[in-house]
């Protein structure tokens, strides 16, 4: 089993070992005195897993129910947070019981959000089952839920009490997910780990998924420890982000996954960057070269203008600029603030 420690407000530690799901109850028992746990899960994978979660609580003595959501983006809504609301009401769940999210990021955002707020908070742990929950958005304690009019503006810092990773749930997950995971990935290799970077260029992700997630979890560990309430460093982990919204946005957030356009705008990005001479010459072609190879979008299919338009209104923009991440070479990045004014100078050169 391989552990990472987490120095926020309230510290934690995050467990990546196979077959951990069904040691679940075993690790959370010491941390709480809870009488009644609620796991929440989405419609793909409650049938796949929760039985054996709540097997394990029970086993440590938990009083545990299930609360299912329909899977998907579009249910990560305060309708949802509300049913699940009931079911804690339902289920007398108290201040001092807790909530396990088992599942994907929508999952953990969510589960995560509705912890936070019950009762003024409470406790909650992470089971993430997708590969980008494992290696990003099961750690750190951002949760939320989407409003009509955009992404993830309604949410809490709340971090959770535990965080177990059993990577043998990624054979379960969709292809397609487990590339969307890989986007960030490459984040990751790009922002802070060259190495990471050259062993995805060298060897097959899926051969060495145990130490990516590690990798990956390390990272973001040290960029949150440092920066808990995003007001800083941790802008970092936006790399690609501030385009591959604006994508996601332009495709009406149909047929490309948050991977893909994350994945495109980041390259897009990196050869801007390059062009102005602030990234070290090659580096675009390599990470191309890179999101080639695990079938990741490298360019879009809208213009730079109207990517640019379109960025207009991104939640990272402030009222007369954007901060952008820049690589500097592969694994190393740096923040770079452009006016609004000089934005389409910048871009048009
Ligand atoms: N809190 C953060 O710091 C943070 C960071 C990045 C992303 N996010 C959020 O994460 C969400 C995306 O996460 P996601 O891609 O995991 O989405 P998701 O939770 O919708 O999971 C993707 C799909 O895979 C399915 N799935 C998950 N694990 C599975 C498994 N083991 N086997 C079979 N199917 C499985 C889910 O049911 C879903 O259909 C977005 O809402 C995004 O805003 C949050």
């Not at 939320?144 to 965080?163: E, M, R, S, Y």
């Not at 060298?202 to 979890?217: G, H």
């Not at 072609?285 to 990517?307: A, G, M």
């Amino acid at each position: 089993m391989k552990t990472i420690h987490v120095n926020t407000g309230r510290s934690y530690d995050i467990l990546i070992k196979h077959h951990i799901l069904d040691e679940a109850g075993m690790y959370i028992r010491p941390l709480t005195k809870a009488i009644r746990a609620v796991i929440v899960s989405d419609t793909n994978v409650a049938p796949l897993y929760a039985e054996r979660v709540k097997q394990s609580l029970v086993k440590n003595g938990f009083e545990t129910s299930v609360f299912v959501f329909e899977a998907g983006e579009s249910r990560k809504r305060l309708s949802t947070i509300e049913q699940m609301y009931s079911h804690f009401f339902e289920h007398h769940l108290t201040r001092t019981d807790i909530v396990v999210a088992l599942g994907g990021g929508v999952t953990g955002d969510m589960a995560g959000f509705a912890a936070a707020s019950y009762l003024r908070g409470i406790d909650f742990v992470q089971i993430p089952t997708s590969l980008l929950s494992q290696v990003d958005s099961s750690v750190g304690g951002k949760t939320g839920v989407d409003l009509p009019f955009g992404k993830n503006l309604v949410g809490a810092f709340w971090q959770p009490v535990l965080v177990l990773i059993d990577p043998e749930t990624l054979h379960t997950l969709p292809e397609a997910f487990f590339r969307d995971g890989l986007g960030e990935v490459v984040k990751y290799g790009c922002i802070r780990s060259r190495s990471l970077f050259e062993r995805l260029e060298n060897e097959q992700a899926k051969d060495f998924i145990d130490d990516i997630i590690f990798e990956c979890v390390s990272i973001k560990r040290d960029v949150v420890e440092n920066d808990e309430r995003d007001t800083g460093e941790r802008a970092i982990l936006n790399f690609g982000h501030t385009f591959g919204h604006a994508i996601e946005k332009l495709e009406n957030y149909a047929g490309i996954t948050h991977g893909e356009a994350v994945a495109a705008g980041a390259s897009l990005l990196t050869r801007i960057s390059e062009a102005h001479g602030m990234t070290e010459s090659g580096t675009s072609e390599r990470l191309e070269r890179l999101l080639k190879k695990y079938d990741l979008p490298q360019d879009s299919r809208f213009s730079l203008d109207e990517i640019i338009s379109a960025t207009q209104g991104d939640k990272k923009s402030t009222a007369n600029s954007i901060n952008f991440v820049f690589l500097k070479n592969i694994g190393s990045c740096y923040l770079h603030k452009i006016n609004t004014v000089d934005f389409k100078t910048f871009f048009a050169r």
